[in-house]
């Protein structure tokens, strides 16, 4: 059965893109991503899932910096519930999700380029560096009401050079982050993920 996915971004919008790509190619054929939401008027991803025929808004999330002030999280949790999702996805959305948001939908994940629980928050590649790591990556987990905290789907690892760049890192990052999203997405909408405390099976 078809499940229904809003997808939260904040910036340039490769995973979103990375996530409709699988979608329009098939792996994930039965998804359909119903809106793509910013709390970033100015961010790219807006423009490049309009130009691939999604309805694209950036939605106020009000005048808080990190989070959602009380007329921007009813803003948020009004268009989730109208739109009947069953999951929100979050692809480089920078801010801390309320749980009334968490709680309006089956589940939410985040993807986020570290190896958690290490390096979690903001600017994790740069953190990465600055404590001189040999392997870093990106994790896809479920969203709890922590701060990158959610019971863990699929981590990827890169090694990280001695000359690496926080930008180098970071590419080498989200080019495994466009392969684990989709996978975590696949399994979750075929009901293949079990979750047991902190652990979550994969049913193969
Ligand atoms: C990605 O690297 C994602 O993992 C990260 O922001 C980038 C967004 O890129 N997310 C976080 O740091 C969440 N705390 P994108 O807009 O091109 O997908």
Same mark, same amino acid.
């Given at each position: ?88 996805? &979050? @692809? ?8 009334? =948001? ?6 939410? #994940?985040? $993807? /986020? ?60 990052? &989200? @080019? ?8 975590? =997405? ?6 293949? #993920?079990? $979750? /047991? ?8």
């Amino acid at each position: 059965m078809t499940k229904r996915a809003i997808i939260l971004i904040s910036g340039r919008g490769s995973n979103l893109l990375a996530i409709i790509k699988a979608v329009k190619e098939g792996y994930l054929k039965d998804l359909e991503i119903i809106k793509v939401i910013s709390d970033n008027p100015e961010a790219p991803g807006i423009e490049k899932a309009k130009a691939e025929g999604y309805d694209a808004t950036y939605v106020s999330p009000g005048a808080k910096k990190a989070r959602f002030d009380e007329e921007g999280l009813k803003r948020y949790v009004g268009i989730i519930r109208e739109s009947g999702a069953n999951y929100i996805f &979050l @692809a480089g959305f920078m801010r801390i999700l309320d749980e009334k =948001i968490i709680n309006s939908v089956d589940a939410v #994940l985040n $993807i /986020h380029p570290s190896l958690l629980p290490s390096f979690k928050g903001l600017n994790a590649q740069k953190q990465a560096i600055e404590y001189g790591v040999k392997v870093s990556g990106c994790t896809v987990h479920f969203v709890d009401a922590g701060v990158d905290t959610g019971p863990i789907i699929i981590q990827r690892t890169v090694p990280v050079y001695a000359d690496d760049t926080e930008e180098s890192l970071a590419e080498r990052i &989200l @080019a495994e982050e466009h392969k684990a999203y989709p996978y975590a =997405i696949k399994k979750l909408i075929e009901d293949k #993920l079990e $979750i /047991h405390g902190r652990i979550v099976k994969i049913k193969e």
